[in-house]
C-alpha cells in the first residue's frame, strides 16, 4: 500500500465548528461596539487562526492592528469556553476514522487553532479513535501552510513524506500538503470553494468522508 498515514486538518474537515467561532466572535464584536458578522461571512475568515480572523472580523481604521492585539485575547478567551458547544464532527467521518483504524492507518491532525484548544477539540470530539499526534499553532508550531508540523509528525510516524495523504479543506492545507511533499485532498463540506481547493492544488476531492477509502484501494 502506498499511503500509510491521514493528516486532517480540523476545522472544517473532521468538525464543523463554525457557529461556535461565529458566536465567540461576535460576542467579543458586540461588547465592543462593533458590528457581528453572518455564518456565511464567518465562514471567509476561518482557515489562517485566531489572530487573523480577529483581523478579518474588525472594521477598517488606523489603529486596526493595535485593535487586533485588544481584542485577540478576549477571542481566545471567550473560545476556550465555547469550543465544543456546538462543533461536532460531520456525518460520516466516524465511519471513515473506523475504516482507516481497521487498515491500520496512522492519523494525525494538523490544525491552526492554537495548540491547546486543538487538543481539546479532538480529546472531547474524537476521543475513540487513536492519534499519532494532534498539533495545533504554538510557538514551536508555525501556522500552515508552513509545513513543519506536516513533516514532523511524518518524522514521529516513521512514514516518508510521500506515504501520506493531508485533508484539508482551505487552500492553506492544499499548499501545506504540497509543500511537504503529501498526496493533497480536498474536501467539499467544509469552509471553501471547489474551485479554490483545487486551484490551490488540490489532487483530488471528496464530497463524503468515506469517499477516501477510495484513494486506498
Not at 481584542?71 to 471567550?78: A, D, F, Q, R, W
Amino acid at each position: 500500500m502506498k499511503y500509510r498515514g491521514v493528516i486532517f486538518d480540523l476545522d472544517g474537515t473532521l468538525v464543523n465548528s463554525l457557529e461556535d467561532i461565529a458566536d465567540s466572535m461576535n460576542s467579543v464584536l458586540l461588547r465592543h461596539g462593533f458590528p457581528p458578522h453572518d455564518l456565511h461571512t464567518c465562514k471567509r475568515f476561518i482557515g489562517n487562526g485566531v489572530k487573523n480572523l480577529m483581523r478579518e472580523a474588525l472594521p477598517e481604521s488606523p489603529d486596526k492592528e493595535e485593535l487586533v492585539e485588544k481584542y485577540y485575547s478576549l477571542l481566545v478567551e471567550e473560545y476556550q469556553h465555547n469550543c465544543v458547544n456546538k462543533t461536532r464532527p460531520y456525518d460520516g467521518i466516524a465511519e471513515m476514522l473506523n475504516e482507516l483504524a481497521a487498515q491500520e492507518m496512522k492519523l494525525a491532525v494538523f490544525s491552526n487553532k492554537l495548540d491547546e484548544l486543538t487538543r481539546k477539540v479532538v480529546t472531547t470530539l474524537l476521543p475513540n479513535w487513536n492519534f499519532e499526534a494532534v498539533l495545533g499553532f504554538s510557538a514551536a508550531i508555525p501556522r500552515k501552510p508552513n509545513p513543519q508540523g506536516a513533516l514532523l509528525i511524518s518524522q514521529k510516524a516513521g512514514i516518508k513524506p510521500e506515504n501520506f495523504i493531508f485533508v484539508g479543506d482551505t487552500d492553506v492545507d492544499m499548499l501545506t500538503a504540497n509543500s511537504a511533499g503529501m498526496y493533497a485532498v480536498g474536501v467539499s463540506w467544509g469552509f471553501r470553494s471547489r474551485e479554490e481547493l483545487l486551484s490551490s492544488g488540490a489532487r483530488h476531492l471528496l464530497d463524503h468522508p468515506l469517499d477516501l477509502m477510495q484513494i486506498l484501494k
